[in-house]
C-alpha cells in the first residue's frame, strides 16, 4: 500500500505565537514528527505542507520534503484539513506517484511514534478498512459522568451514569481522539471524509497522547516528555 504521510504545520497561531517552532525540553514541536516519520518504515513519503517559509527552512534542515509553500487560501484557521491533504495529495500524484492512502499527522501530538504511524498503516491493510484513527481511552472523563448546568442546576444528560457515582470501572469504556493518526484511503478522502463507512481505532497510551493547543499544553508536554517516555 502506498501511503503518503502530510504534516500539516500553519505558521499563523492565535493560541500560541510560531507554535509549531516553539521547543518541548529544547525541541522545536515539528520536529518530533518529522523525526516519527523519518522512522516510519511504511510511508511510502512524506510531504510538510506549510505556508511558513520559517517552518519550511527548518523542516528541510531535518532532511524533510517540503515541495512547494502551502497557498494563501489553504493557510488560514477556517478552511479545514481535508482540502489541504487533497491539495498535498494532487501535488505528489502529478510527479507520476500513486497514494492508495493519506496520512494527516499534526505536530500538535509530538509524541506518537513510528510505531503508531506502521501499526495504523498496517491495521489499515489487514483489515480492508475505510479509515483508522488514534484514540485514547477518556478514564475519569467519561461522558455519562458529565452534566449540564441550567438555571445554575447540575442536569443529568440522557447517557448519565445508571446511578449517583457509579464506579468508573462498571461504565462501558469510551475513548477520544488524540490527534495523533488521521489514516484515510485515498477513494475516501476523496468524497472529504476522515473516516468513510468503516472506520477503524488505533488505542494510544495517554503518555502518548498529549494534544498541543495552549501554553499549558506545552508545561504537560514537558513533564510527560521527561518522567514518562
Not at 501499526?119 to 475505510?130: F, P, Q, R, W
Not at 457509579?166 to 468524497?191: A, C, F
Request: hydrophobic residues 35%; charged residues 25%; proline residues 6%.
Amino acid at each position: 500500500m502506498n501511503v503518503l504521510g502530510v504534516i500539516v504545520a500553519r505558521g499563523g497561531s492565535k493560541g500560541v505565537p510560531n507554535k509549531n517552532l516553539k521547543p518541548i525540553d529544547n525541541k522545536p514541536l515539528i520536529q518530533f514528527t518529522i523525526e516519527s516519520a523519518k522512522n516510519s518504515k511504511l510511508l511510502s513519503n512524506t510531504i510538510v505542507s506549510t505556508d511558513s517559509s520559517k517552518i519550511s527552512d527548518f523542516a528541510i534542515s531535518l532532511g524533510a520534503n517540503v515541495p512547494f509553500l502551502r497557498p494563501e487560501n489553504l493557510a488560514n484557521d477556517v478552511i479545514g484539513p481535508i482540502p489541504t491533504l487533497l491539495h498535498a495529495k494532487k501535488f505528489y500524484e502529478d510527479d507520476g506517484n500513486k497514494v492508495d492512502a493519506v496520512m494527516m499527522l499534526q505536530p500538535t501530538a509530538p509524541f506518537r511514534n513510528s510505531d503508531d504511524i506502521d501499526g495504523s498503516i498496517e491495521l489499515l491493510t489487514k483489515t480492508k478498512s475505510d479509515s483508522v484513527i488514534s484514540v485514547v481511552d477518556v478514564g475519569a472523563h467519561h461522558p455519562a459522568r458529565m452534566k449540564y448546568i441550567q438555571d445554575g442546576r447540575l442536569i443529568d444528560p440522557p447517557f448519565c451514569e445508571e446511578y449517583e457515582n457509579q464506579r468508573r470501572q462498571e461504565l462501558k469504556k469510551m475513548y477520544i481522539r488524540n490527534g495523533s493518526i488521521y489514516l484515510t484511503k485515498s477513494e475516501v478522502i476523496e468524497k472529504m471524509s476522515f473516516k468513510g463507512k468503516d472506520c477503524r481505532a488505533w488505542i494510544m497510551p495517554w503518555e502518548r497522547s498529549v494534544n498541543i493547543d495552549t501554553t499549558e499544553d506545552f508545561l504537560y508536554a514537558e513533564w510527560v516528555l521527561k518522567t514518562q517516555i
